[in-house]
């Protein structure tokens, strides 16, 4: 398309348009020259809203003011005014285990509201995104479709770990590890970035990527590299060139491409909150997203990322094996190859002369990790309308036919504490209910549960269910985002202490062996459990939140 076509600052001169013919014009630009710009510029140059989210409580973020300095180079350089803003972007580690954990989750749609109104209230004419962790980047995704201005996104992308730089290292993985400070080296974060492994922060930068939106390889580059700098800034001067061709996210974030994203999230190992994110996404797009898809991928594509935690390595490693264009290729026989990318080429261009650089870390279809995808659905008298578990992350294999004996938990502190205690044993299964959207309030994220279940290797016949969620970093038989939850009276609220609970992951069942009319018995008279709290977000959160089988999106 001929650039002289597309009017670059078909947004931003509305600014000026309406009060050209009075004096206020001179009042908009008289305001905007107090950035320090000549009104030659303001009027002819396209403004580029450059979306930060960059702070310094959160580790994965707190590197991105450089990568924002490298987008606004480029910007400048192709010919464009950059206007950087930041908005919140919460760090799960810190929030893991405390009260803090409620208020996360909520961040997500808060997010993309603070984006979609700077843009829309400044009349900006395309943006580029930056963001490194878990419901951040979810959030740019979802606010780039709300636009559907010309976007790029510039993920973070993931840190180092300790455990890189002992002598005797082998992998991420922890259990290669015989001694608990190694351990500790491998979650500990010895620069910025996301964590060192497939959790939720990477997962998402992945299938940011994978939908397009991204430049080649952009998601697995270590965030404290040159090579990150570089590709961020030539992604300041690929928006002036999307706007210049009218490339929007409407374009790119097609149906296609998110089955596309879906794929990879199957193949990579992602984390179980891709069943949170991807339908929320794809409520955005305007697509109904079915749940029972993973299982439809699960069944053709196998996990061949061999990362954390569901492998032995890590995201670093996943770079140096080819990133995310090396895993296009293995299942470019499954992908959509004709989807557009924010480069302007087809994936199928992109992808054309890429090669696997470490079959150890990428593995082949013939040789995966796990001879199915890795996150599925399970469904049963305990989980209607679906719960999420990542199956390539069990490890003890006969635990993915188990039955157990529940244990009732209201409260994410009430397990913890039975586990300091060693109140459970081998052959059961925590229940850990009132965590869901609503009944947390905020879905928290019960890592301070799994990763004290993982520790305790006595227990190596336990599972936990819950109608919370988990971090990408949970391995073994952890179910979570049980629907309906227990606050909307869910079956999860009618067990009891002593039910037996038949969890077959290859059939994706999850039952209680309980008759309807048994769980409609206890139902007599039950009340949900109301949790106190005076958070006025919360409230409005709990509100408006669906159920976590939708996304835990906000229904208005």
């Known amino acids: 398309m001929d650039e002289k076509e597309i009017d670059l600052k078909k947004r931003s001169k509305t600014i000026f348009e309406g009060v050209k013919d009075t004096p206020f014009k001179y009042v908009a630009s008289g305001i905007i020259k107090g950035l320090g710009l000549e009104e030659k510029d303001i009027y002819e140059k396209p403004f580029i ?49 405390n009260e803090g954990m409620r208020y996360i989750l909520p961040h997500r749609e808060t997010i993309a509201d603070s984006i979609e109104l700077m843009v829309q209230a400044h009349r900006l ?36 770990y300790e455990i890189r730089f002992k002598p005797d290292f082998k992998g991420i993985e922890q259990s290669n590890y015989g001694d608990f400070i190694h351990k500790l080296d491998c979650i500990s974060c010895a620069t910025y970035g996301a964590c060192e492994l497939m959790g939720t922060a990477n997962t998402i930068q992945c299938l940011m990527e994978a939908f397009g939106m991204t430049l080649p390889n952009a998601a697995t580059i270590p965030a404290m590299t040159r090579m990150k700098y570089i590709t961020a800034k030539n992604s300041g001067k690929q928006i002036i060139e999307m706007l210049k061709n009218d490339l929007t996210p409407s374009k790119i974030m097609t149906k296609k491409s998110l089955e596309n994203a879906i794929m990879v999230d199957i193949a990579i190992g992602g984390s179980t909150n891709s069943a949170l994110h991807l339908p929320a996404i794809a409520y955005e797009m305007g697509i109904n997203f079915d749940l029972e898809i993973f299982n439809e991928y699960s069944k053709k594509i196998p996990t061949i990322v061999n990362v954390s935690p569901s492998g032995d390595f890590g995201i670093v490693d996943l770079y140096k094996a080819g990133g995310i264009p090396a895993v296009l290729k293995r299942i470019k026989d499954f992908i959509h190859l004709d989807c557009l990318t924010v480069s302007g080429l087809t994936i199928e261009k992109q992808i054309r002369r890429i090669k696997v650089l470490d079959n150890n870390v990428i593995k082949s279809l013939e040789d995966p990790v796990y001879p199915e995808g890795g996150t599925v659905i399970l469904k049963g008298n305990l989980a209607p309308d679906g719960a999420v578990v990542k199956q390539s992350a069990v490890k003890n294999r006969d635990m993915l036919k188990f039955k157990g004996s529940a244990i009732c938990f209201d409260y994410e502190q009430e397990a913890i504490d039975a586990l300091s205690l060693n109140r459970i044993e081998n052959n059961s299964v925590i229940i850990i209910r009132y965590e869901g959207p609503k009944g947390g309030p905020g879905m928290p994220e019960l890592l301070a549960v799994t990763a004290n279940l993982m520790t305790r290797r006595k227990l190596d016949r336990v599972a936990l269910i819950t109608d919370g969620r988990f971090s990408g970093a949970t391995s073994g038989p952890c179910i979570g985002h049980v629907s309906p939850e227990a606050y909307v009276g869910g079956p999860i609220a009618a067990l009891r202490n002593g039910d037996t609970i038949n969890i077959d992951i290859p059939n994706r069942i999850l039952e209680a062996e309980l008759t309807e009319e048994e769980l409609q018995e206890r139902f007599i008279g039950w009340k949900p459990i109301e949790k106190e709290f005076k958070s006025k977000a919360l409230l409005k959160y709990k509100k408006l939140v669906s159920s976590a089988a939708k996304g835990a999106i906000l229904e208005i």
């Open 49 to 97: 809203g450059v979306v930060n989210t960059w702070n310094e409580v959160n580790p994965g973020h707190k590197h991105l003011r450089d990568l924002a300095e490298a987008v606004k180079y480029g910007v400048i350089e192709a010919g464009g005014i950059p206007f950087e803003f930041c908005t919140v972007g919460p760090c799960d580690g810190w929030a893991n285990g």
């Open 125 to 160: 004419d395309a943006m580029v995104t930056i963001s490194s962790c878990d419901k951040i980047n979810p959030a740019v995704l979802m606010a780039a479709v709300r636009l559907d201005i010309p976007t790029i996104c510039v993920p973070g992308g993931p840190n180092f």
